[in-house]
């Protein structure tokens, strides 16, 4: 069964550092999304993508963040300088379409840490 | 904008017993999809069942099934037959069928104890 990759399952980094977590969406989904989820917390909306541009992005998702589709199958989240508060679970997600089949699949998250 | 409530942080229910877990929701839109996820101890997100606004028909998939009220913006989950491994963290979670709009918007989660 096709599934969401994402990698590495846990990041450790200092803060001020430069992240990138990895993500490989679903071969055939064309929107693409990020989430984070703050330990014991909700899981929050950070960015949707689609046709290599950005379609929507959250409040969270500010000019420290970034989302590049760099090769047709991967999909990044870069966080240019890390902050203790981003420590978090972050979740790739992707679908077929916006309308149509609309379940969005998610990656098993990746936990980034802060340190 | 739309939000999501699930009043109920914790519950808990007996092997084979039957439970229900709680969402409403707010919004101003007519035709919009709702969800429920789960999220076991592996953190990992798995949808569950997911219900389109303009259907009159309650979803049902095997053990799990909703009770979906339009009127009073209602979305809950019937668990039957509660097994152990249905324990996990559950969320509601709604997304907009209209405009640019393709978010999930999640709820603060229900954490659901099944005991022997």
């Known amino acids: 069964e096709p599934e969401v990759t994402q990698t590495p399952s846990h990041q450790v980094t200092q803060m001020g550092q430069e992240v990138i977590l990895r993500c490989v969406p679903i071969?055939?989904?064309?929107?693409f999304y990020w989430y984070r989820q703050i330990l014991g917390q909700k899981v929050e909306f950070l960015v949707s993508f689609y046709n290599n541009e950005i379609s929507e992005k959250s409040e969270i998702f500010d000019d420290q963040f970034s989302v590049e589709r760099p090769d047709g199958s991967n999909f990044t989240l870069k966080i240019r300088s890390t902050k203790l508060e981003d420590s978090a679970m972050y979740f790739c997600?992707?679908?077929?379409?916006?309308?149509?089949?609309?379940?969005?699949?998610f990656g098993q998250g990746t936990r980034l840490t802060v340190v | 904008a739309q939000t999501v409530t699930q009043s109920q942080p914790e519950m808990s229910v007996q092997e084979a017993e039957t439970v229900t877990l709680s969402c409403t929701y707010d919004?101003?839109?007519?035709?919009?999809?709702l969800f429920w996820y789960k999220q076991p101890p592996s953190r990992q997100m798995i949808l569950v069942i997911r219900?389109?606004?303009?259907?009159?028909q309650n979803a049902t998939e095997n053990r799990f099934s909703v009770n979906f009220q339009k009127a009073a913006k209602s979305f809950s989950l019937k668990i039957s037959d509660s097994q152990l491994g249905d324990a996990a963290m559950y969320f509601c979670a709604y997304r907009s069928r209209t405009g640019t709009a393709s978010k999930l918007t999640f709820g603060t989660g229900t954490r659901l104890q099944v005991t022997l």
């Open positions: 919004t101003s839109e007519s035709d919009y999809y």
């Open positions: 997600a992707s679908s077929v379409g916006r309308r149509l089949n609309t379940e969005a699949f």
């Open positions: 219900q389109e606004a303009y259907k009159q």
């Open positions: 071969s055939n989904h064309l929107y």
